[in-house]
């Protein structure tokens, strides 16, 4: 199969979730990276939860904001906008409070739930538009 065919399976199957698992997924790995960074602070574990976090939030926002364009381009913009939205967000937790782990958990946590509403709202807006 394709790789561009691959990504945009995987793409739809995270960006029309239904049933929020891929949102409590993303949670699941916020978790884990606290966990990790509290407790085994190993590369081993951090690495593949961070990739899966970053995967199914950039997913969610390249879908939700740049559906018309092709895969990689959705990829790509979805990498920056969510790459931008996690500096600012970091940014201003750092403002308010220290960033150690408990507060680079709350800001990983507000990234991914504004991900999934972006998400969530314009999926429900195309939906409305084709009825």
């Given at each position: 199969?394709?790789?561009?065919?691959?990504?945009?399976?995987?793409?739809?199957?995270?960006?029309?979730?239904?049933?929020?698992?891929?949102?409590i997924?993303s949670?699941?790995?916020?978790?884990l990276?606290?966990?990790?960074?509290?407790?085994?602070?190993?590369i081993?574990?951090?690495?593949?939860?961070?990739?899966?976090?970053f995967l199914?939030?950039?997913?969610?926002?390249?879908?939700?904001?740049?559906?018309?364009?092709?895969?990689y381009?959705?990829f790509?913009?979805?990498?920056l906008?969510?790459?931008?939205?996690?500096?600012?967000i970091?940014w201003?937790?750092?403002?308010?409070?220290?960033?150690?782990?408990?507060?680079?958990?709350?800001?990983?946590?507000i990234?991914?739930?504004?991900?999934?509403?972006i998400?969530?709202?314009?999926?429900?807006?195309?939906?409305?538009?084709l009825?």
């Amino acid at each position: 199969m394709h790789p561009e065919y691959q990504l945009k399976n995987l793409e739809e199957t995270i960006a029309h979730d239904r049933r929020f698992l891929f949102t409590i997924m993303s949670f699941v790995m916020i978790f884990l990276i606290y966990f990790n960074e509290l407790l085994f602070k190993s590369i081993a574990i951090g690495a593949p939860a961070s990739i899966v976090f970053f995967l199914i939030n950039i997913l969610y926002l390249g879908q939700a904001l740049f559906g018309n364009e092709p895969p990689y381009i959705r990829f790509a913009l979805g990498s920056l906008v969510f790459f931008l939205s996690l500096g600012i967000i970091g940014w201003g937790t750092l403002i308010v409070h220290n960033l150690d782990a408990v507060s680079t958990s709350a800001a990983l946590f507000i990234v991914a739930i504004l991900c999934s509403t972006i998400n969530r709202l314009k999926r429900s807006r195309r939906r409305g538009n084709l009825e």
